[in-house]
């Protein structure tokens, strides 16, 4: 009896001692929770949200954001007044120059053996048609054994639009298949796909030329235009990328039409097409910049705390979900923090970034072109990957990441970070979005990586990245998580450590891994 007495009362003791050291925890967090900055981020991201508003003026209103067009110069400066009439100081910083270049009217034809208007559109930076458009035959390539058969067959492209891309065995992205098909089906589709992609490459690395250089064969050897297809396994979707021609026009049609020329020619009708495409270059490049705003700092102006998105896009859609949910979202964010936080302990700077889809150019000269606000940032923020809600966040292998990304994390509702999946310190990132530029330069920067909501096939990069695919309840989700990280960013007392972690062993190599090194942005871009 006395035993267990004793049992009790040390259990007794251990309770009180869990429970105490429980209590301050507990505590801190009830007062982060009702801090009055906290409360009115929520209040303002939830009952005076703006994320429509932008988004429409952005994606439908402006539209793509490719480097060099004037689209990117009226985004630039669109930012840079709305910023202002929040109250905010922007500026637009020139680090560069690109090839300067307006989409126009695209429309693609076929006009043998029957008339049929196609789905498709001019690529970037292609050249354009005369006024009244190229007419011609379109062929596909024939197998070669070595590229001297091909430099034998290149003469007949001569004046001719030609089909390079493959044609895909079906237009049905592969869950449809999964769902619907027989086991034996979809084993017999996914063998006949990977014997035709296998057959494609061997076909191109006969020629001896890459993707990219056979186009430039092809118009070298007289060919009337490039017809491609570069499918993204999902209805109706292409991806959208830049023409390497120069005097010809390259333009992308979708699999639908694309599988049909190709097998009217196969067949030997012969199509005919007519293209017209209204794009113009200008007669000089034209400035790469950066947007920038930034609400100075009271207590320690000279210390940053930086929230990060790309502004520029690919311009087969608006560039909406890439990333034009991201440059609304800090948007949104500098605006709530502005309305609710004007005094921030740190400045608060947002980096709307220029040629990231080229190399981030914009994030890696800014770095470059401002070491003294590098030295001196807490913690750069940066958001890009889609409309998702933040579903993802990695310490970028700074070994004390969890320290203070966990506090600041801990201030969010769990509503928004109870599913956000952590990693710490995690592994620093090399490249895939503009955090890395800082990551080099010893900066905890940190993506917010986000829920795919079909992305990698849908919007990445396609001509069906358009407002419609924004879901503006996880972008405003990312709002409030943002504008928290931030507040709690600048508050910190001190700057974090920048320690870095001992990097792992890669499992491929067996080699110690190293840590990403800078590397230069490309200030003259497209002009060669």
Do not use: C
């Not at 009952?47 to 689209?71: A, F, Y």
């Not at 090839?99 to 076929?110: A, C, L, S, Y």
């Not at 008339?115 to 596909?140: F, H, N, R, Y």
């Not at 092809?218 to 235009?225: D, I, K, S, V, Y």
């Amino acid at each position: 009896m006395k035993k267990r007495a004793h049992f009790l009362l040390a259990l007794l003791l251990l309770t009180g001692s869990v429970a105490q050291a429980q209590q301050p925890q507990q505590t801190q967090q009830a007062q982060v929770k009702q801090d009055p900055v906290i409360q009115n981020i929520i209040k303002q991201a939830t009952e005076n949200s703006q994320l429509q508003k932008l988004g429409h003026e952005l994606m439908d209103g402006i539209g793509p954001r490719l480097v060099g067009t004037p689209q990117m110069q009226q985004a630039g400066e669109w930012a840079v007044n709305k910023y202002k009439s929040w109250g905010v100081d922007a500026r637009i910083q020139n680090y560069g120059e690109w090839r300067g270049w307006e989409r126009g009217v695209t429309h693609i034809d076929m006009v043998h053996p029957r008339v049929k208007s196609l789905e498709g559109m001019q690529l970037a930076w292609s050249p354009a048609t005369p006024s009244k458009g190229v007419t011609a035959e379109v062929i596909t390539m024939p197998e070669f054994t070595d590229s001297v058969a091909f430099q034998r067959w290149l003469p007949s492209v001569k004046g001719k639009f030609v089909m390079i891309s493959m044609n895909q065995p079906s237009g049905r992205p592969e869950y449809n298949w999964k769902e619907f098909a027989t086991e034996e089906s979809f084993e017999k589709m996914k063998k006949e796909r990977d014997a035709q992609n296998d057959a494609y490459r061997k076909k191109i690395a006969a020629t001896g030329k890459t993707t990219r250089t056979l186009p430039v064969a092809l118009e070298n050897a007289g060919a009337a235009g490039v017809v491609m297809s570069n499918w993204s396994s999902g209805f109706g979707v292409n991806k959208i990328f830049s023409a390497y021609t120069k005097k010809i026009p390259t333009v992308d049609i979708a699999l639908e039409d694309y599988g049909m020329l190709y097998r009217l020619a196969e067949n030997g009708s012969k199509p005919r097409i007519k293209v017209v495409a209204e794009s113009k270059h200008a007669k000089k490049p034209v400035p790469t910049f950066n947007t920038i705003a930034e609400i100075k700092g009271s207590e320690k102006p000279d210390e940053y705390v930086i929230l990060s998105a790309h502004f520029d896009s690919w311009d087969g859609g608006t560039g909406a979900t890439d990333n034009g949910t991201g440059t609304i979202l800090m948007m949104e964010v500098m605006r709530i923090l502005k309305e609710v936080y004007p005094n921030p302990k740190r400045t608060i700077l947002v980096g709307h970034w220029g040629s990231e889809e080229q190399g981030l150019n914009g994030s890696r000269a800014f770095v470059e072109d401002n070491p003294q606000i590098v030295k001196n940032t807490q913690a750069v923020f940066n958001q890009d990957n889609g409309t998702g809600r933040v579903a993802n966040i990695s310490g970028q292998g700074f070994l004390h990441s969890y320290d203070y990304m966990s506090r600041w994390l801990n201030a969010v509702p769990r509503n928004i970070t109870k599913d956000i999946q952590t990693s710490f310190p995690g592994t620093p990132g090399g490249g895939g979005s503009d955090h890395a530029s800082f990551v080099a330069k010893d900066v905890p920067a940190f993506m917010l990586s986000s829920l795919n909501w079909s992305y990698g096939n849908y919007t990445w990069h396609t001509n069906r990245d358009t407002y419609d695919k924004i879901v503006f309840d996880d972008v405003q989700s990312n709002v409030i998580l943002t504008a928290i990280l931030a507040y709690m960013a600048s508050e910190e007392p001190e700057l974090v450590s920048r320690e870095r972690s001992v990097m792992p062993t890669n499992p491929r190599t067996g080699e110690k891994m190293s840590w990403p090194q800078a590397r230069p942005a490309t200030r003259k871009g497209g002009l060669d």
